[in-house]
């Protein structure tokens, strides 16, 4: 993965208010740039009286005399087509942000925050197969691709290693082009904007804040549906307060409640719409699937209530009641 960051930040000072500014735009990429998948050329070696056993976290497998360490196929294949691929994937976002907190003589409230932000991101998820020239052999000697053993498993096992960069070498000199899966093709665009105030109190023996945030979101799913690119579209807006306060129970005792709403985005994963029929070339009954992401999943929504005592004399915290 490869990122770069572009910030800048920005305070002014005034008379009894302070501004604070902040603007940038971050970038990254990563996924595979090249993928392959090779296999026992034999088409798998069968160990007659093997068992193996998973269970509680370890490994135990018992060929039945079957020499692993030593064992080589005499030849490896790789797979082709879909198993043959580089899947790219990009995340970017700009944002900007201005904070202003400026001092009031209202009773109990000597400070007021407000603020707003904005953030527009991107991101993308792509899957391209190769294509490899007419007439490639799939299957490659293992002459001269040994370079030892090496260690596999949780229990001490090892296997003969084959040369990785070699096997690459190989698979990528049969490459003549690519073509995209547009099945695959995954894009979300995000506009996230919020605008905040919070109240800062004190008094004889207590503090603390209250406020309000509130939070809107417009997203796009693009995608492809046989060929045809398409988009699906979806928007919320939430409203998030929030109230905390310190009370000084006594010197060294400090009661501490506060309430919440508060929310988590979906995860973009989940958000691509990326249509995928599934059993739809077999005869097999029940086992037609049209798999499909959401762009309009719901927020993740919480109100917490906390309410604890600390003692600034004693080392634990003692949580009284707290729900969510």
């Not at 902040?22 to 034999?42: L, N, R």
């Not at 069968?46 to 079957?66: A, L, R, V």
């Not at 087509?81 to 900007?96: H, I, L, V």
């Not at 994963?269 to 719901?298: A, C, E, H, R």
């Amino acid at each position: 993965m490869n990122s770069s960051v572009y910030d800048m930040t920005a305070t002014y000072s005034g008379d009894g208010y302070v501004l604070e500014v902040q603007g940038g735009h971050t970038t990254s990429t990563g996924g595979t740039d090249f993928e392959m998948v090779v296999d026992d050329g034999t088409g798998g070696t069968p160990i007659p009286g093997g068992t193996y056993d998973f269970t509680n976290g370890e490994q135990t497998w018992d060929t039945n005399g079957f020499d692993i360490s030593s064992y080589d196929p005499g030849s490896l294949t790789m797979g082709t087509g879909p198993n043959f691929n580089r899947t790219p994937k990009t995340d970017k976002e700009t944002y900007a942000q201005a904070d202003l907190t400026f001092d009031v003589d209202w009773g109990l409230v000597n400070s007021v925050k407000t603020g707003f932000k904005y953030a527009d991101h991107n991101s993308t998820s792509r899957r391209f197969e190769y294509i490899q020239a007419a007439g490639f052999n799939p299957t490659i000697s293992t002459s001269g691709l040994i370079l030892g053993t090496m260690d596999i498993g949780a229990g001490d096992y090892q296997m003969l290693e084959v040369d990785a960069d070699a096997l690459k070498d190989w698979a990528k000199a049969s490459i003549i082009g690519e073509n995209e899966d547009l099945g695959a093709y995954s894009e979300i665009d995000e506009i996230n904007i919020s605008a905040y105030a919070m109240a800062e109190f004190e008094g004889d023996g207590f503090r603390g804040n209250f406020g309000v945030r509130y939070a809107h979101t417009d997203a796009t799913s693009t995608y492809y549906l046989n060929g045809v690119k398409s988009e699906a579209d979806a928007s919320y807006s939430e409203i998030l307060p929030s109230f905390n306060v310190a009370i000084d129970l006594a010197d060294d005792v400090i009661l501490r409640g506060s309430a919440a709403r508060t929310m988590a985005r979906p995860q973009y994963v989940d958000m691509y719409v990326n249509p995928n029929v599934t059993g739809s070339n077999d005869d097999l009954p029940n086992n037609q699937f049209w798999i499909v992401g959401n762009v309009g999943l719901k927020r993740l929504l919480r109100t917490s209530l906390t309410l604890a005592l600390n003692g600034t004399s004693q080392k634990a915290r003692s949580s009284l009641w707290a729900c969510s």
